[in-house]
């Protein structure tokens, strides 16, 4: 193979092998896989995914093919998610969590396992995404997308000049600049910004959550929101935003001048995939879904749509040649060691986490 390729293939296996490491409070809960897989479904699936997060034309052509409809709810972080499960909503057949959260949803008993590596196109996991450290051996996740999360920054602005870092993003006080409304990755960000190593940041030392604390005591972006930051970005109503690399990939697309900001204190490395929750309504038809989605077609569809790599071997030959182009998707070796994979923290560090973004967020 040519350099470029030997280049992304090394950097992918370095990426994969992050995602496969142990991490601190992930387990595995028994259960039962239901049967033969189904060959075929009617009726509906509900699904609950990230906001602008699956390509509609996909969801079409499943059901064209399957003859299921799609139902499909957004959620903007997580822990929205997490709330909506544990307050009792049985009504989704299939959603669509992180890493870190694929494990604490395990924990508490709200997933199904159903053997997802023994599914017709569970063949089509890549190897090295198959034991990762959330669900050892795929028994309750399929691979979705995965990427990180840095900043996007469109270079009109003499500001991203400036920004090599969370510490210069946290203090830089530029006008039009928007953050996730997410408190992983805000708080392990300002973790970062003032010293905390990737390897503590589960840390329970109050201290350190204190001085994160003081840092984005004095961040006021105009806008914190998950959602519509691709849209801001084209619109010009904002230049500098936190931003998965799939979105800075697709605000590149329309605002060539946008780069993608790997901060020198590292940054999260995340997967999200595609579980089913106990009580799901439309078990059969779920499991049709999730197998549909891991064809490599389908999935390259979807990398295509979304602007992140996926999980599912073969997928790369019907991806989009700038989507395989661009640094912000593929992540440059000289990057790879600064990608460290999302914190699942214990619950003690889990609540320190929302008690700094509650403050910062009501303090705005």
Same mark, same amino acid.
């Given at each position: ?27 595995? !809960? ?6 033969? +897989? ?6 509906? #699936?509900? #699904? ?8 509609? /034309? ?6 064209? /093919?399957?003859?299921? @409809? ?13 709330? @909506? ?8 057949? %299939?959603?669509?969590? !992180? ?15 159903? *053997? ?9 996991? @890549? ?26 920054? $469109? ?9 090599? !870092? ?19 990755? %805000? ?8 010293? %905390? ?25 105009? #806008? ?30 329309? #605002? ?25 309504? $439309? ?21 295509? +749509? ?9 997928? *790369?030959?019907?991806?989009?040649? *700038?989507?395989? !182009? ?20 214990? @619950? ?17």
């Amino acid at each position: 193979m040519g350099s470029k390729m030997r280049h992304r293939a090394s950097a992918i296996a370095a990426i994969a092998a992050v995602l496969a490491l142990s991490a601190c409070g992930s387990s595995s !809960s028994d259960g039962a896989s239901s049967g033969a +897989f189904p060959t075929a479904g009617t009726g509906e #699936v509900h #699904v609950y995914n990230w906001t602008d997060y699956i390509d509609p /034309e996909q969801l079409k052509a499943f059901t064209a /093919e399957t003859g299921i @409809k799609v139902v499909l709810d957004t959620f903007d972080s997580n822990e929205t998610l997490l709330a @909506k499960l544990q307050a009792g909503a049985t009504g989704y057949d %299939v959603v669509v969590p !992180s890493d870190y959260m694929v494990a604490q949803m395990v924990e508490l008993n709200l997933l199904q396992k159903v *053997d997802v590596a023994g599914f017709p196109n569970g063949k089509n996991i @890549k190897p090295n995404l198959m034991d990762v450290y959330w669900d050892k051996g795929r028994q309750y996740s399929a691979p979705w997308m995965y990427g990180t999360t840095g900043i996007a920054c $469109n270079t009109v602005d003499p500001n991203c000049a400036k920004i090599t !870092s969370w510490k210069d993003w946290f203090t830089i006080g530029a006008p039009k600049m928007d953050s996730l409304k997410d408190q992983v990755e %805000v708080v392990s960000a300002a973790l970062r910004a003032t010293g %905390v190593a990737a390897a503590d940041l589960c840390t329970t030392d109050k201290s350190k959550y204190l001085a994160a604390q003081n840092l984005l005591d004095g961040f006021k972006p105009a #806008v914190i929101d998950s959602d519509s930051g691709i849209e801001r970005v084209i619109a010009g109503t904002s230049n500098i935003r936190q931003a998965w690399n799939g979105s800075a990939h697709r605000m590149k697309a329309k #605002v060539p001048t946008v780069e993608y900001i790997y901060p020198k204190e590292g940054l999260n490395l995340w997967a999200d995939n595609l579980v089913i929750p106990v009580g799901a309504p $439309n078990l059969d038809n779920a499991k049709i879904f999730i197998n549909w989605m891991m064809d490599p077609k389908n999935a390259a569809a979807e990398s295509n +749509f979304t602007g992140y790599d996926n999980g599912i071997t073969g997928s *790369d030959a019907f991806m989009a040649a *700038d989507l395989k !182009s661009d640094p912000a998707v593929i992540m440059p070796a000289d990057k790879v060691a600064l990608a460290t994979p999302t914190p699942n923290c214990s @619950k003690e560090a889990r609540d320190l986490y929302t008690q700094v973004f509650t403050t910062w967020t009501t303090g705005q």
